[in-house]
T-cell receptor, first 112, second 114 residues
């Protein structure tokens, strides 16, 4: 089955700096890669996703890059703000339907 | 739409008791997922329904766990009997039954079994 791993597990950045979280996956058939943000006491919420037919996608301060050959994708947050502090999960689709395999999450702390 | 609604938000129960978690998906969604979240294992998919039919329950840990979806607007996850190692946050999520679409998560139920 799909195995999704995230690095690093915890990331602290100064406000205004950039944060990068990397994920690797194992199933070459995966073709959908969403990123979810989870704030304390809430459920995960989609912030950006990318499909396998593109290598990069950007939405304001958030971008995702995908390297299918190397089986890794990354989340980039620029000009970080305190409200970006949360746990971020990457995920990869499982073949055949719309199920997802999630990584274990990254705790991002933005220091004011 | 109010989003995916789960109840209760918190549940504390004694070992051996039956626990029932409830979920109301977003209206119009035809896929429903139950996840369990723990520090050690992260987010694990327990079971996946499509059009009220269980498609994949390979993530259900034991026979003590069961899930039903009697109609498009309601699902339950039952643990009987509960054990301390079942303590976790349980999330319900819903979405459309097409490839590569967003799953919308509820607020979760924090279960503590003592």
């Amino acid at each position: 089955g799909e195995n999704v791993e995230q690095h690093p597990s915890t990331l602290s950045v100064q406000e205004g700096d950039s944060a990068v979280i990397k994920c690797t996956y194992s199933d070459s058939a995966s073709n959908y890669f969403p990123w979810y943000k989870q704030e304390l006491g809430k459920g995960p919420q989609l912030i950006i996703d990318i499909r396998s037919n593109v290598g990069e996608k950007k939405d304001q301060r958030i971008a995702v890059t995908l390297n299918k050959t190397a089986k890794h994708f990354s989340l980039h947050i620029t000009e970080t703000q305190p409200e970006d502090s949360a746990v971020y999960f990457c995920a990869a689709s499982l073949g055949g339907n719309n199920r997802l395999a999630f990584g274990k999450g990254n705790q991002v702390v933005v220091i004011p | 739409d109010a989003g995916v609604i789960q109840s209760p938000r918190h549940e504390v129960t004694e070992m051996g008791q039956e626990v029932t978690l409830r979920c109301k998906p977003i209206s119009g969604h035809n896929s429903l997922f139950w996840y369990r979240q723990t520090m050690m294992r992260g987010l694990e998919l327990l079971i996946y329904f499509n059009n009220n039919v269980p498609i994949d329950d390979s993530g259900m840990p034991e026979d003590r766990f069961s899930a039903k979806m009697p109609n498009a607007s309601f699902s339950t996850l039952k643990i009987q009997p509960s054990e301390p190692r079942d303590s976790a946050v349980y999330f319900c999520a819903s979405g459309w039954d097409t490839m590569n679409t967003e799953a919308f998560f509820g607020q979760g139920t924090r279960l503590t079994v003592v």
